[in-house]
């Protein structure tokens, strides 16, 4: 038998390799010659296309790799290659049937990749192809948006990595919008350094380009460049004039948009009601960044705001138990409140949020509007823990009366509870990721919601039909409501528009009439961008509705959203893009993820290097996250400090490397036990 200080130095040894060695060896031998991103925003909707050439410039035939970074936000609407002459179209198709072509190819042995994985604020749309010696190709890659106005303006992420160098990258962004634009500014890693000189902004009234022209040179120069070439994100964030309160409405071949974001209303004061987990989950530096989060946030109240605070672990604890004017002393009582919260115990998810509720029904207000803010890290482990019966529960003592907002911090909650709980009560949920900056995520979704200008707003349009979604329960300031539908009729001359709403408890009513004769200012080369918006937006209500409804009315919708996502050629969670290859009828699928999948590399963890039986024989638990939790919790057990990557990244390009250390760890925890 091996002695055991040999077989340590062995495992250590294993362990030293992979965290030194390179997880993703880049190759030398292709030329990217040409790198083209073209975005054109039209009236808040973005299309971009991405344009890579590469060659093999090798005397052998080679696998070549396309990878970008997208939106996720966005819908893939086309993909293909060309290879010498013959071009490979993607094929949008409903996602079992992708998946049967897909275990098909499996079966016949090919090659058959499944093309999905998620980050922070991007996806990942990467495949490979096979080019012959000195052959090129060409991959093409669209996508499309509908830009949301978040604090005041719109934001246009683009992400820029071609692998290496470029002699020929050129990025190109034109933005028309009616009404005028008011502001545009370009930030992001992209903008760093050299690379400030490469970019040049041009404005007219209705018009703004953006141009990012950085030669060889330039590309390794900037803040997360080297010589790998660019590797950021380029940010362009604006907004639009709104000399109409009533709003802007659009009309073109039969579809028309309408967004309402008025501003010439006084501020709601607001009841607040912050439901903060101190489970036992929460400990080190997420429960840190709350406190830190809590603290600005309350200094961002106004005076004629009532608030309260609810802290919760397997007890409820309320600061008060009543809401309390936002006074100076008010606010340095519940401050000195904050920064004594203490990670402990279970999660009574149930008690905390119906102690919420309660406390903003025994103190109704006029002309106020209610906000409830939940922030937790996991499920509800004690009290009532029957999901269904939470959300039964807090429904009922809601009943429609205000919003609840649910943050869910980190990879171990529960979101789709967490979003379905929220949507029941005209909510919305948010993921809070566990990096250096969570506190300033947690204190952007308050700014968020900070200034209610409208409640119960109910839009109308006489002549309208396909709707999509016309009621919102609140609308604040710096957001928009956009609503876009077909008109039943293309012959009338006039469109009517009409939003109700409540201002302070008083009713108020927009009312606008426009001509459909008039001449549109799209150009010709976008003028179905208006039918796309209409078709993008209500598929997105339809998938969100999914969570909500049971049934054949699920099914009726689900096939809806099937359908518009195969008419316009849209990969969302219902259907997938088939990438069928030259060699051979290779087949790649291309999928869009939900929120809430694991992050990057964790699918493969667990399908490749550990099943479910080693977990529960190793005495850690099953389940989707189990290889993240195997993670956890070897490392705490066996060190008492927090896990490196889970406390410091949404990146997780070195999880297989952590693996292995971790498996090392815990192979060398059972020596010491003498359990091998």
Same mark, same amino acid.
Request: hydrophobic share 35%.
């Given at each position: 038998m091996m002695?055991r200080a040999?077989l340590?130095?062995?495992l250590l040894?294993v362990?030293?390799?992979?965290?030194?060695s390179?997880?993703?060896k880049?190759k030398?031998?292709v030329?990217?010659?040409?790198f083209?991103i073209?975005?054109t925003?039209t009236?808040?909707?973005a299309t971009?296309?991405?344009?890579?050439?590469?060659?093999?410039?090798?005397?052998e035939s080679? +696998?070549i790799?396309? +990878?970008?970074?997208?939106?996720k936000?966005a819908?893939i609407s086309?993909?293909?290659?060309?290879?010498?002459?013959?071009?490979?179209?993607?094929?949008v198709?409903e996602?079992?049937?992708a998946q049967?072509q897909?275990?098909q190819?499996?079966?016949r042995?090919q090659?058959a990749? #499944?093309v999905?994985?998620?980050?922070r604020? #991007? *996806?990942d749309?990467?495949?490979?192809v096979?080019v012959?010696?000195f052959?090129?190709?060409t991959?093409e890659?669209?996508? +499309?948006?509908?830009?949301?106005r978040h604090?005041?303006?719109?934001? @246009? @992420?683009i992400n820029?990595?071609?692998m290496?160098p470029?002699?020929?990258?050129?990025?190109?962004?034109h933005?028309q919008?009616?009404?005028?634009?008011?502001? @545009?500014?370009?930030k992001g %890693? #992209?903008?760093?350094g050299?690379?400030?000189?490469?970019?040049?902004?041009?404005r007219?009234?209705?018009?703004?380009w953006?141009t990012?022209?950085p030669?060889? %040179?330039?590309q390794t120069k900037?803040k997360s460049?080297g010589?790998n070439g660019?590797n950021?994100?380029l940010?362009i964030t604006?907004?639009? /004039?709104r000399?109409?309160p009533?709003g802007e409405?659009?009309?073109s071949k039969?579809?028309?948009?309408?967004?309402?974001?008025?501003?010439d209303v006084?501020r709601?004061?607001k009841?607040?009601?912050?439901?903060?987990?101190r489970s036992?989950s929460?400990?080190?530096?997420?429960?840190?960044q709350t406190r830190l989060a809590?603290?600005?946030?309350?200094?961002?109240?106004? *005076?004629?705001?009532?608030?309260?605070?609810?802290t919760f672990? !397997?007890?409820?604890s309320?600061?008060?138990r009543?809401l309390l004017?936002?006074t100076?002393?008010?606010?340095?009582?519940?401050?000195?409140?904050?920064k004594q919260?203490?990670?402990?115990?279970?999660?009574d998810i149930?008690?905390?949020?119906?102690?919420g509720?309660d406390?903003?029904n025994?103190h109704?207000?006029?002309?106020t509007a !209610?906000?409830l803010?939940?922030l937790?890290d996991g499920?509800?482990?004690?009290? /009532?823990?029957n999901?269904?019966?939470?959300m039964?529960?807090?429904?009922?003592?809601i009943?429609?009366?205000?919003?609840?907002y649910?943050l869910?911090f980190?990879y171990?909650v529960?979101?789709?509870?967490l979003t379905?709980?929220s949507?029941?009560? !005209?909510?919305?949920a948010?993921? &809070?990721y566990?990096?250096?900056d969570?506190?300033?995520?947690?204190?952007?979704?308050y700014? /968020?919601?900070a200034v209610?200008l409208l409640?119960?707003?109910?839009l109308?349009y006489?002549g309208?039909?396909?709707?999509?979604?016309t009621s919102?329960?609140l609308?604040?300031?710096?957001?928009?409501?956009v609503v876009?539908?077909q008109?039943?009729?293309?012959s009338?001359?006039?469109f009517?528009?009409?939003?109700?709403a409540l201002?302070k408890?008083?009713?108020?009513?927009y009312?606008?009439?426009?001509?459909?004769? %008039?001449?549109?200012d799209?150009?010709p080369?976008?003028e179905d961008?208006?039918?796309r918006?209409?078709?993008? @937006?209500?598929v997105?209500?339809l998938?969100?509705r999914?969570?909500l409804?049971n049934?054949q009315?699920?099914? %009726? /919708?689900?096939?809806e959203a099937?359908?518009?996502?195969?008419?316009y050629q849209?990969?969302?969670p219902l259907t997938s893009?088939?990438?069928?290859?030259?060699?051979?009828g290779?087949v790649e699928?291309?999928d869009?993820?939900k +929120?809430?999948e694991?992050?990057?590399?964790?699918?493969?963890?667990?399908?490749q290097h550990r099943?479910?039986?080693?977990?529960?024989a190793?005495g850690?638990?099953?389940?989707?996250?189990a290889?993240?939790?195997l993670?956890?919790?070897?490392f705490?057990?066996?060190?008492g400090?927090?896990?490196p990557i889970?406390?410091?990244?949404a990146?997780?390009?070195h999880i297989?490397r952590?693996?292995n250390f971790?498996s090392?760890?815990?192979l060398?925890h #059972?020596?010491?036990?003498?359990? &091998?």
């Amino acid at each position: 038998m091996m002695d055991r200080a040999a077989l340590r130095l062995i495992l250590l040894g294993v362990f030293l390799i992979s965290a030194t060695s390179d997880p993703v060896k880049k190759k030398k031998n292709v030329d990217i010659y040409s790198f083209y991103i073209n975005s054109t925003v039209t009236s808040r909707y973005a299309t971009t296309v991405i344009t890579s050439r590469v060659a093999n410039t090798l005397n052998e035939s080679q +696998e070549i790799q396309f +990878e970008v970074k997208i939106p996720k936000n966005a819908f893939i609407s086309k993909f293909r290659m060309t290879i010498e002459g013959k071009t490979y179209d993607g094929v949008v198709k409903e996602k079992e049937e992708a998946q049967q072509q897909y275990n098909q190819a499996v079966s016949r042995g090919q090659s058959a990749g #499944l093309v999905k994985s998620v980050g922070r604020t #991007l *996806e990942d749309f990467k495949t490979s192809v096979t080019v012959a010696a000195f052959g090129k190709v060409t991959f093409e890659l669209t996508y +499309e948006e509908l830009l949301k106005r978040h604090i005041g303006k719109y934001g @246009l @992420l683009i992400n820029a990595q071609p692998m290496h160098p470029v002699a020929d990258f050129k990025m190109d962004v034109h933005i028309q919008e009616k009404p005028g634009i008011s502001f @545009l500014e370009v930030k992001g %890693d #992209l903008s760093t350094g050299d690379l400030a000189n490469a970019i040049k902004t041009t404005r007219a009234e209705k018009d703004a380009w953006v141009t990012f022209y950085p030669t060889q %040179d330039q590309q390794t120069k900037c803040k997360s460049c080297g010589e790998n070439g660019l590797n950021g994100d380029l940010l362009i964030t604006y907004d639009v /004039e709104r000399q109409n309160p009533k709003g802007e409405v659009m009309v073109s071949k039969g579809y028309f948009v309408h967004y309402f974001a008025p501003s010439d209303v006084p501020r709601i004061p607001k009841n607040v009601v912050f439901i903060i987990d101190r489970s036992g989950s929460m400990h080190c530096r997420k429960i840190d960044q709350t406190r830190l989060a809590l603290l600005r946030i309350l200094s961002d109240l106004d *005076e004629d705001d009532h608030f309260g605070l609810i802290t919760f672990d !397997s007890e409820v604890s309320l600061w008060k138990r009543e809401l309390l004017k936002a006074t100076e002393a008010n606010l340095e009582n519940a401050k000195s409140f904050v920064k004594q919260i203490r990670d402990r115990g279970a999660t009574d998810i149930n008690a905390a949020v119906l102690a919420g509720v309660d406390m903003i029904n025994r103190h109704p207000r006029e002309g106020t509007a !209610s906000i409830l803010i939940l922030l937790t890290d996991g499920d509800p482990t004690t009290g /009532e823990t029957n999901k269904e019966k939470i959300m039964s529960n807090v429904k009922e003592a809601i009943g429609t009366k205000f919003p609840l907002y649910c943050l869910g911090f980190g990879y171990d909650v529960n979101f789709d509870f967490l979003t379905k709980m929220s949507l029941e009560n !005209s909510g919305v949920a948010r993921r &809070i990721y566990e990096d250096s900056d969570a506190d300033l995520q947690l204190q952007g979704f308050y700014e /968020e919601v900070a200034v209610p200008l409208l409640t119960d707003i109910q839009l109308k349009y006489p002549g309208g039909t396909n709707l999509t979604k016309t009621s919102f329960s609140l609308y604040f300031n710096g957001s928009e409501i956009v609503v876009s539908g077909q008109i039943t009729d293309n012959s009338v001359e006039s469109f009517t528009t009409e939003v109700i709403a409540l201002s302070k408890g008083n009713n108020v009513m927009y009312q606008d009439t426009i001509m459909t004769k %008039d001449p549109s200012d799209v150009p010709p080369e976008n003028e179905d961008f208006m039918q796309r918006l209409w078709a993008y @937006l209500t598929v997105k209500q339809l998938l969100e509705r999914q969570v909500l409804l049971n049934g054949q009315e699920k099914e %009726d /919708e689900k096939k809806e959203a099937i359908k518009l996502s195969l008419k316009y050629q849209f990969v969302t969670p219902l259907t997938s893009m088939v990438v069928t290859k030259p060699q051979e009828g290779e087949v790649e699928v291309a999928d869009k993820p939900k +929120e809430g999948e694991a992050p990057p590399g964790l699918p493969v963890i667990q399908s490749q290097h550990r099943p479910q039986s080693f977990l529960k024989a190793s005495g850690y638990g099953g389940g989707a996250r189990a290889p993240r939790v195997l993670h956890r919790q070897m490392f705490r057990k066996m060190t008492g400090i927090q896990h490196p990557i889970y406390d410091d990244a949404a990146d997780y390009d070195h999880i297989g490397r952590w693996y292995n250390f971790l498996s090392v760890m815990h192979l060398l925890h #059972l020596f010491a036990i003498n359990q &091998i």
